[in-house]
Nanobody
Framework: QVQFVESGGGLVQPGGTLRLSCAAS???????????MGWYRQAPGKQREMVAT???????NYADSVKGRFTISRDNAKKMVFLQMLNLKPEDTAVYYC???????WGQGTQVTVSS
């Protein structure tokens, strides 16, 4: 069973920057590099939505609302995924989760709040 631990969230003003990190916590033998990974978010009262994904071959996909502002990256050696977020907006406020693409077991997430 693999678990993901997200970190890096916080309170930031509109226009600000945050970098989220996600570390895979798993028994040895988990081959992280073969899995597509993604960042997802859930705002209060809304369904969880895809923010950004990166396949095992490094093909990326972004939600229209974050294109040009967010960048997903991964470090396979460290079994980590990152989300660089620039020019944050109040509508980016949500709990952010990382997960393998298509996997339906979720971690605790990290809270991002964009407010002045």
């Amino acid at each position: 069973q693999v678990q993901f631990v997200e970190s890096g969230g916080g309170l930031v003003q509109p226009g600000g920057t945050l970098r989220l990190s996600c570390a895979a916590s798993t028994a040895s033998g988990f081959i992280f590099r073969i899995y597509g990974m993604g960042w997802y978010r859930q705002a209060p009262g809304k369904q969880r939505e895809m923010v950004a994904t990166m396949t095992s071959t490094l093909v990326t996909n972004y939600a229209d609302s974050v294109k040009g502002r967010f960048t997903i990256s991964r470090d396979n050696a460290k079994k980590m995924v990152f989300l660089q977020m620039l020019n944050l907006k109040p509508e980016d406020t949500a709990v952010y989760y990382c997960n393998m693409i298509g996997h339906n077991v979720w971690g605790q997430g990290t809270q991002v709040t964009v407010s002045s």
